[in-house]
């Protein structure tokens, strides 16, 4: 009987519609109802009606031909599309009488029905009675208002998609997968209708302004854009028939387009836009124009700081525009760059800085002292990160010189381990009193010194409380003053020292009651190697570089805690992926002492005393990427990760390709007579790492021995130790010669080249002769005195294969020949491979010449460094040795492409090997 009654209200004339409804209010529909604001609201409106019964059944399914006849109602004053009984019926179960018959007949004259979308064809079923999906809705809705030229649809985009994006479906709760109910019906036709009078906001909707950019500089287009934003977050076009206007505040300094919301800004300033949409407003926004970032202003405190350890230098970073005026909006980060000396801290909290942080265009930070004087750091700022700023072409990073000089004669300085000291039990902080003014010469006379205490602690550890203390100090080295807390007794400890006829600051440490250690403190301190230590390693020369590493514990309030046992520390680091080498040192005085030492082999642990752990790093070859060490704490059970920077020191060497420390007249060569051959000198540190430095000279001449070849040098062969050649050094540290061979002479020569003074040179000797003996051309081999055939695969190089095995897969491309020509033979599958010379006949050669390798992308293609091979570049990465020599193992680490060059330094041509290769995904 309810399909009846269906039927029977369906079969009403359409203006019945309207006059069938008396009143809203359905038995079955409930004020919080799904759909009941709609329900009633299009009741009342004569779109919809109830059963007879009086209910609306909101959860009955709609069919096609019910929601038909309902939008047709609702679009009529929009479309002019009304039903009509006129006409021949179209489709076989729409027929005369049905209820749906004259909607059908209407929407078909109309242009409604699109049988693609459908999937119906005049002469069959429309399916009147079948239940309509989301999809029959969205087809019947646009092309009804695309005929009313209300809409036009995307090409590509199917309807109900399209519908979506308009909000058709903004509210609607399908069923059984995208099924309609009546209720759900009733929302989507409401949805429609505001569609229709540009209203689309439904409840819980909210137009959201946003802009490509809140923080722009002069002449900087903005694009305004808007949208609906749900209460859930999802976000949906406005309807393209709302009416959406822009407004902005100030238009002194700025132009909008109001018809496509694009602001274009002229002068700095700040501007406020807002928009609405249908009459509802949104949330304005404000955008500020700011002068571009030109440069950033550093100044400092003071350019000078006495290196006792402690001093800090207060330095401010400004944003500036091309006028010198702080762009005051500024945000962002800015790295630091690395200190061999001093080291960054916080001004505040003296915690160590790597990169500093801009607020309101300006960042602080300090320079904390380090204990060598008479020399200076630069200070410089790089990888300048703006939020939102984009800085001008021509932004220079900004960098200034700080300059460390030796503590004065008359002054005494106390520097304490640790800020805090623990008060649980009666606890050591280790004072260091120094003396100053003797520079790096030699140690003073012992003088004695007088040490007050007061606050909570002793300079003793139990027993009567003993406050007040004498010692020697020796000018020029540290003495360590015991200052002991006092248990259970908090308070500021001060410490004052007397000392005729000298300065002395008095210092302060805070006993506090600390927890359970829980994490580890890692502080890394830049510093030379110099006299003032008693105990460095005599393989460190003065002046070399590294880094002291001090190692503490805290409790979880950051308290520095000593263990109640020694604590033992294990340390690990990544250098040989980075492709660098570092070396570890114990630590006495604060400087290396005792053997070099790998990672592993270091035994170092928390001290029971002083709560500290020291140890030094120092660079042994100079890697592509910073390494990062790796500390576990036996006691906590933590582990701390910290970076670790590679510093060259001062150059001591001047060391010609091919020698190194170890070996310094180990470089040979076979030149052809009649050429000119280069010999190229590097400036190396007492490490044998690389130091670029401009302008240092370097002498060249003959050993004594001899020059039989009589070859010449700037028009000479009477170059001598007591009277040299003096070439200076370009910025990458290197100083060159050009030697003529004469021709026809034959024989050999020795060139020697040294820093002035120096008694350790570094040689080269070279054995002339003709070209048969002469290398003109490179191959690459198994064997170092014979040809076999290597060839390029033609296939990518598989991940963590060597470069031997690759050459020994499937035949492709020949490797190397006569001045990187071709080779034959078979390939050989062989691990170890050699860079054979060839004559100009393509015969190999005995010859041992100095031979370069470069990696372009050590992170594809990386080469493991061995004891024949030294590294010497950064990036490209480059390794050094000979020809008779095994290369060192080249390995596939990464997926990507590299460029592997091999190059025979002997010969002024330079015969090389180049290949591109491509290392497979894993």
């Known amino acids: 009987m309810a399909g009846a009654a269906v039927l029977v209200l369906m079969n ?16 079955d529909l409930a004020q919080t109802s799904y759909g009941a604001a709609q329900i009633e609201a299009l009741t009342a409106a004569g779109v919809l009606h109830g059963f007879a019964d009086g209910t609306f059944r909101p959860n009955m399914l709609i069919t096609r031909g019910q929601w038909l ?34 909607y059908v007949n209407a929407a078909y004259q109309a242009g409604w029905i699109v049988p693609s979308w459908l999937g119906v064809k005049a002469g069959g079923d429309f399916g009147i009675n079948q239940v309509a999906s989301t999809g029959d809705v969205a087809s019947l809705f646009v092309a009804a208002l695309k005929k009313a030229g209300q809409l036009t649809l995307p090409k590509g985009v199917t309807p109900l998609t399209y519908a979506t994006q308009l909000g058709i479906f903004r509210g609607f709760h399908p069923v059984h997968g995208m099924r309609v109910t009546r209720a759900g019906a009733a929302v989507i036709l409401e949805n429609i209708l505001n569609y229709t009078n540009g209203t689309l906001l439904p409840s819980g909707e909210t137009p959201v302004l946003t802009v490509s950019a809140t923080n722009v500089s002069p002449n900087t287009v903005v694009q305004l854009s808007l949208a609906l934003r749900s209460v859930n977050g999802q976000t949906q076009v406005i309807p393209a028939n709302a009416n959406v206007t822009y407004a902005l505040d100030n238009q002194t300094g700025a132009v909008l387009d109001t018809y496509s919301g694009t602001l274009i800004v002229t002068q700095p300033g700040t501007y406020t836009v807002t928009a609405t949409v249908d009459g509802v407003s949104v949330a304005p926004l404000t955008i500020t124009a700011y002068a571009q970032p030109a440069g950033i202003d550093l100044s400092s405190s003071s350019s000078t700081l006495t290196a006792n350890g402690q001093a800090l230098d207060t330095m401010t970073a400004t944003i500036v525009d091309s006028t010198g005026q702080t762009v005051s909006n500024a945000a962002g980060t800015a790295d630091l760059s690395a200190l061999q000396y001093g080291s960054y801290v916080d001004p505040t909290t003296g915690a160590p800085l790597s990169s500093i942080q801009f607020v309101n265009g300006v960042a602080t930070f300090a320079v904390k002292a380090g204990t060598t004087g008479g020399v200076s750091d630069t200070v410089s700022l790089s990888n300048v990160a703006l939020s939102g700023t984009a800085l001008a072409s021509t932004f220079v990073d900004p960098s200034t010189t700080i300059s460390y000089t ?56 139990g027993g009567s409380l003993m406050q007040t203390f004498s010692a020697y100090v020796v000018p020029g080295v540290p003495t360590q003053i015991p200052v002991w807390s006092l248990p259970l007794q ?125 140890f030094a790093v120092v660079t042994t070859g100079v890697g592509a990427v910073s390494p990062q060490i790796t500390l576990h704490d036996a006691l906590t059970g933590t582990e701390k990760t910290v970076g670790y920077s590679y510093a060259s020191g001062i150059g001591v060497y001047a060391m010609l390709t091919g020698d190194t420390p170890g070996d310094l007249n180990g470089a040979s060569s076979s030149v052809e007579e009649g050429q000119t051959v280069t010999y190229a000198a590097q400036l190396e540190d007492p490490n044998g790492n690389p130091v670029q430095a401009a302008g240092q000279t370097i002498d060249f001449y003959f050993a004594p021995r001899g020059n039989s070849a009589e070859v010449t040098v700037n028009g000479s062969s009477a170059w001598s130790q007591a009277a040299p050649l003096a070439v200076t050094t370009n910025a990458q540290g290197v100083a060159s010669v050009s030697v003529t061979v004469p021709q026809g002479k034959g024989g050999d020569f020795q060139l020697v080249a040294g820093l002035p003074g120096q008694t350790n040179v570094s040689e080269v000797t070279a054995t002339v002769g003709s070209s048969l003996y002469y290398t003109t051309g490179l191959a690459l081999s198994s064997s170092p005195y014979a040809l076999n055939g290597m060839v390029w695969p033609t296939t990518a190089m598989p991940l963590g294969q060597t470069l031997g095995s690759y050459l020994g897969s499937a035949a492709g491309s020949s490797v190397g020949g006569l001045s990187g020509g071709a080779t034959s033979g078979n390939s050989s599958g062989g691990a170890t491979l050699y860079a054979v010379p060839l004559n100009s006949g393509g015969s190999a050669l005995f010859n041992h010449d100095p031979l370069e390798i470069v990696t372009s992308n050590p992170a594809v293609l990386a080469v493991t460094p061995s004891t024949m091979w030294t590294q010497m570049g950064l990036l490209p990465v480059q390794f050094l040795g000979n020809t008779a020599s095994a290369l060192p193992t080249i390995t596939a680490v990464g997926p990507g492409t590299a460029t592997l060059t091999f190059i025979d330094l002997a010969n002024p041509t330079q015969p090389r090997i180049t290949e591109t290769i491509t290392v497979g995904a894993p």
Do not use: C
Request: glycine content about 10%; proline content about 7%.
């Open 69 to 102: 006849a309902y939008m047709m109602n609702a679009l009529q004053a929009t479309t002019q599309v009304s039903p009509s009984g006129g006409g021949k019926g179209i489709y076989r179960d729409v027929r005369p009488g049905s209820f749906a018959y004259a």
């Open 12 to 27: 009403l004339a359409p203006a019945a519609f309207a006059q069938s409804v008396t009143g809203t209010g359905y038995a």
């Open 490 to 614: 908090s308070g500021t400890i001060t410490l004052d020292a007397s000392l005729s006829g000298t300065v002395v600051a008095s210092t302060t440490i805070t006993a506090v009651a600390t927890g359970a250690p829980t994490s580890l403190v890692v502080n890394s301190t830049p510093s030379t190697v110099n006299a003032m230590g008693a105990a460095q390693e005599p393989a460190l020369p003065q002046g070399s570089p590294f880094t002291l590493y001090t190692v503490s514990l805290s409790d979880a309030a950051g308290h520095a805690v000593i263990p109640a046992t020694s604590d033992p520390l294990t340390l690990t680091d990544n250098a040989a992926t980075a492709g660098g080498t570092i070396a570890y040192y114990a630590v006495a005085n604060g400087q290396p002492t005792g053997p070099a030492l790998s990672a592993s082999q270091v035994q170092t642990a928390i001290s029971a005393s002083t709560g500290l752990a020291q």
């Open 406 to 461: 030796w503590p004065s004669a008359n002054a005494l300085t106390l520097s304490p381990t640790t800020a805090t000291v623990s008060d649980n039990q009666a606890t050591e902080d280790a004072v260091s009193a120094s003396v100053g003014g003797l520079g790096m010469s030699a140690v003073g006379l012992p003088v004695l010194a007088q040490f007050t205490l007061s606050g909570p602690a002793s300079f003793q550890a």
